[in-house]
């Protein structure tokens, strides 16, 4: 467990260090600035601070992990993690009101193609249902062998078809409104294919986790072996599964939209494009509320990936799902 900690203390914190750089090059702290912004010693200086806090918040919640490492107190483990988190976004919030001086009004114009997207999600159907066919072999083979179920498998066979099924589906609908339901920025030219590629990744990611949730049932399901006596996973488990992250998150830092040139103003165009979104429409530069806009989700202004519009009726249902699928495998699968 400890180990675990410390290796996500620490990919929390290089994460949280390298954001500034991953968002667009007009978008600086959730804020929009001018292509030239990032080079001034204004910049420099509100990046330089926030850095300084998010590792002294790192070096805090390692403490703390090393802490509860020593009196056997595990509950230190979460207050680390809470600190952490909790502590960057302070940073984040102190650089974002640095920043805020320095905004400059968007473009207003925009682009447009005649030629139709291809949407489909990664693998097609085949791969979709890839995780959910996993899930049924194990609900199968544990109606063929019910002695099985009940002496080893903390899970019956509607546990592992609701534990495994509700989060891989929830994973589905998101993929399936990233591909459908979202912002693009730019139509034409390397900046729409590299954020093509970007949208792409992201929706193999997820794919990847549909994967990893349904393998990781099937074995609690159907193997003693998967989990400990205390019902947890072994570390080897723990540790690969940080592996993946660590690969997937590291995977889309190289396809991040921070990447130069990914936001470049139109020739002649002084005005910045940023990501076709109001400042005044950001909460704190992390929630996105517009009524207005049809988009249910939109790229994160801070962070990799997306976020929902909240201004968006069907946001708040995907939000309540989010909450409610976990909250609801988890109980089952304490029974």
């Not at 066979?157 to 339901?181: D, F, H, K, N």
């Amino acid at each position: 467990m400890t180990v675990f900690s410390l290796g996500l203390c620490a990919l929390v914190a290089v994460l949280y260090h390298l954001m500034p750089r991953l968002t667009r090059p007009e978008l600086y702290f959730a804020v929009t600035v001018s292509a030239t912004f990032r080079a001034q010693p204004e910049a420099r200086a509100a990046l330089g601070r926030y850095r300084a806090w998010v590792w002294f918040h790192a070096v805090t919640a390692a403490a703390l992990i090393a802490l509860g490492a020593q009196l056997h107190r595990e509950v230190l483990f979460s207050v680390s993690l809470a600190w952490q988190l909790v502590g960057s976004l302070q940073a984040f919030l102190a650089a974002r009101r640095a920043v805020l001086p320095y905004a400059a009004a968007p473009s207003t114009i925009r682009e447009a193609t005649l030629v139709p997207e291809r949407r489909a999600l990664p693998g097609g159907p085949l791969a979709q249902l890839g995780p959910f066919l996993l899930l049924a072999i194990a609900a199968v083979a544990l109606t063929l062998h019910p002695g099985r179920a009940v002496a080893h498998s903390p899970l019956g066979v509607l546990g592992v078809l609701v534990t495994g099924a509700m989060p891989c589906a929830l994973l589905l609908l998101l993929a399936y409104g990233i591909l459908s339901w979202s912002r693009r920025v730019r139509a034409t030219g390397e900046p729409a294919e590299r954020e093509r590629q970007f949208r792409g990744a992201t929706l193999v990611v997820l794919l990847g986790a549909e994967y990893l949730v349904a393998l990781r049932v099937a074995l609690v399901a159907l193997s003693p072996l998967a989990t400990s006596a205390q019902g947890r996973a072994p570390l080897i488990v723990m540790l690969v599964e940080l592996a993946l992250v660590i690969g997937a998150v590291t995977w889309l830092m190289r396809l991040s939209h921070g990447r130069a040139g990914s936001a470049a103003p139109h020739e002649g165009t002084p005005q910045p494009i940023g990501d076709r979104t109001a400042d005044a429409s950001w909460r704190w530069g992390i929630f996105y509320f517009d009524p207005s806009d049809p988009a249910v989700f939109v790229e994160k202004r801070f962070g990799i990936g997306y976020t929902l519009n909240f201004g968006s009726r069907q946001s708040w249902l995907i939000l309540a799902l989010v909450v409610i699928v976990p909250l609801v495998s988890s109980l089952l699968a304490r029974r």
